[in-house]
């Protein structure tokens, strides 16, 4: 993050913005969103082809917040997640096979199965897991605050968490304890505009990066399709909560490209967004515009063609894995409820 | 052995605990001042960073306990009053249950989760309730449920010791009861029932706030000639079947004592499983002496009539001893 290089983040548009990284370092996150938005694609391939068990809550549209974030986290610093998981874990673990054999529900998957894609988790690089409750995170990325607290890790907590969850209670006692506490977290709202299957509008009041601030949280709103932006605004909220000097609050503002959940229009007896309102997000996803910035750096097509090769083929072989798995043994059904 | 007061026991137990394993963090409300005394002291022996008081956030509290606990912290989490259970009941059901399970065993949740249950002090329906059964039903928690001072101070260093999310239910208003607790550190492994007394007329099972009522009843049924087996599960989860079932093969009756309602209690359950396991050796019906499908009331007139005491525990027993020879004994 320390090669500054000038360019205009729109093409033609003044004044230019610089680079809080290497280009190479934007290239990376840029492989690490294409990693998600190539797994979610093809989830949604499989599962409208009938070859998931459960449903999936697919994080299109999203992946600048997951991977913005994640690269100022190291294995030893933890997250938790929410119910749309598989982009906070490709962001922070390289267990993509494992991820998909999870959703898959084979034995090879990341929880032997027994956990699907709302709880896809790998302990082991501080992934607290992926979470079907909507608010679960918050007080799970607070307690593991308040570990690294006490216990003077050094490690920092995220908990992310979406608009919808914004409305639970927890929030709020969370924040306080933050607060009170100095606690090394960053609680990230991804804003998605919608809580489950209702626009945020119609059910959320005022703005959630303010419910931070009367507690003494510094709290923002940040453009999470724009991967310098969050990349920025991540890496202060990391940096204050390394230093020992307590939480913050990050909204990040972004938009939901696929449903809630995936097949949602074989049950909803009506549609709550027009066609024309996702077409015209679309324009400003996150993928679309990190390889215009990238575009701008010099970047050329056979560079992103080679991105593009290597992250496809990674896909397809996690893919090709978790289809050739085996089920799990059934008495693992049995096993795990104690230590 | 000196004589030790059950929350003198509990204190002990933890602070022996904490002194061992600074891993160990103790969160809840009041618990500086610690109003029941079980966590009084501690704050000046183990300092605020270990020992913290929190604001009355039952929600974020358990779901905290779950977090610090899945990144290497051994939580303590002190609910207070059982009835709280419920306004936090969230994380307990949805993380402390389950998310070992639902991550493959990735993660250990080593929580110890207080809470003072159970009526008899005109505190009513929500200051009152046994919630025992429905932790239970979670399937993913140790629940003790200590009925002396030692088997307080022995299971909660046990607790304190394992790898699973245990509830530490005391019965409520009951921390100054005295007992027998050794000096030197021992410990009371989960799952081991107490036989504290023997007779061959019935077996009677109660449940952490029922055993002294039990004991009464073992004296007064004593003095009418009929001798009762009592044993004391310690705790429900894991519960120990086995001395269960040895009793009832000998004495062929059962009585349950339970402080919980009695629809889908633990005496429920003990029932339901003595008759699959043990029918044959079944010489009456199983009784269940529980609270009534009733909320707990206030007035102390009729709070006793609600809660079991030793009179109804002794003409449950009589009841069943009275039915020898209807049955194809």
């Known amino acids: ?339 | 052995m000196a004589k030790k007061r059950m929350v003198q026991a509990i204190n002990e137990g933890i602070a022996e605990e904490m002194q061992r394993d600074p891993r160990i963090i103790l969160f809840g409300e009041d618990v500086h001042i610690s109003p029941i005394g079980d966590t009084r002291g501690l704050i000046d022996r183990f300092g605020p960073s270990r020992v913290i008081n929190t604001p009355i956030s039952e929600t974020v509290m358990t779901g905290m306990a779950v977090g610090a606990a899945a990144t290497g912290s051994r939580v303590i989490c002190h609910l207070f009053y059982g009835n709280f259970i419920y306004t936090g009941f969230d994380a307990i059901a949805n993380q402390a249950a389950k998310l070992r399970y639902m991550l493959g065993g990735q993660v250990k949740l080593p929580i110890l989760f207080m809470a003072m249950i159970g009526g008899g002090r005109s505190v009513a329906a929500q200051h009152s309730d046994s919630m025992h059964p429905i932790l239970a039903n979670l399937g993913g928690l140790n629940i003790a449920m200590p009925a002396t001072p030692y088997d307080a101070k022995g299971m909660i260093k046990a607790a304190l010791r394992a790898d699973s999310p245990t509830f530490f239910l005391q019965a409520a208003g009951r921390g100054g009861e005295a007992g027998e607790v050794p000096e030197e550190d021992y410990i009371l492994p989960l799952g081991q029932a107490a036989e504290l007394r023997k007779g061959d007329a019935v077996t009677i099972v109660a449940i952490g706030s029922m055993v002294k009522p039990a004991l009464r009843a073992c004296d007064e049924l004593a003095k009418q000639g009929i001798g009762a087996t009592l044993i004391d599960p310690r705790t429900v989860v894991p519960m120990d079947y086995e001395t269960i079932l040895r009793s009832v093969a000998q004495t062929g009756r059962l009585v349950i004592v339970d402080e919980a309602r009695k629809t889908c209690s633990m005496a429920s359950e003990i029932a339901a499983t003595v008759v699959e396991r043990a029918f044959a050796s079944l010489k009456a019906p199983i009784r269940r002496v529980a609270v009534e499908d009733v909320a707990m009331p206030y007035s102390p007139v009729l709070e006793k009539a609600v809660l079991p005491d030793a009179a109804r525990i002794v003409a449950a027993v009589r009841d069943v001893v009275q039915v020898e020879g209807a049955t194809n004994d």
């Open chain 1, 1 to 339: 993050m320390t090669s500054a290089k000038t360019l205009s983040a729109t093409p033609g548009e003044a004044p230019p913005e610089s680079l809080p990284f290497s280009v190479d370092t934007l290239l990376d996150l840029y492989s690490r969103m294409l990693r998600i938005r190539l797994v979610e694609e093809r989830l949604a391939q499989v599962q409208s082809e009938g070859e998931l068990p459960g449903p999936v809550h697919l994080y299109i549209g999203q992946e600048a917040v997951a991977v913005g974030v994640c690269a100022h986290l190291t294995d030893t610093d933890w997250i938790a997640s929410t119910h749309r998981g598989h982009g906070h874990f490709l962001a922070k673990s390289r267990e993509t096979p494992k991820l998909v054999a999870e959703v898959y529900g084979r034995a090879t998957g990341v929880c032997g199965g027994k956990g699907g894609s709302m709880h896809v988790a790998d302990v082991s690089k501080g992934i607290l897991g992926a979470n079907g409750i909507v608010g679960g995170g918050i007080a799970l990325a607070t307690g593991a605050a308040l570990t690294a607290k006490t216990h003077g890790s050094g490690a920092v907590s995220v908990g992310f968490f979406g608009d919808g969850a914004a409305n639970q209670g927890v929030l709020m006692e969370a924040l306080n304890v933050a607060a009170l506490w100095k606690l090394p977290l960053v609680l990230v709202c991804e804003n998605n505009g919608f809580s489950e299957f209702s626009p945020s509008e119609t059910v959320t009041a005022g703005e959630i990066w303010k419910r931070g601030t009367p507690m003494g949280i510094p709290s923002r709103p940040v453009d999470g399709n724009d991967i310098v932006a969050v990349y920025r605004a991540a890496g202060e909220a990391v940096e204050r909560a390394r230093r020992g000097d307590g939480a913050s609050l990050l909204e990040m503002r972004t938009y939901r490209l696929r449903g809630h959940v995936e097949a949602e229009k074989t049950f909803l007896a009506k549609t709550y967004r027009t066609e024309e309102e996702v077409e015209a997000r679309r324009a400003q996803e996150p993928l679309l515009r990190a390889r215009s910035l990238l575009r701008d750096c010099g970047v050329n097509d056979a560079a992103f063609a080679a991105v593009e090769a290597r992250e496809g083929a990674e896909v397809d072989a996690a893919f090709e894995y978790a289809a050739a798995s085996p089920w799990p043994d059934v008495s693992t059904a049995f096993q795990d409820m104690f230590a």
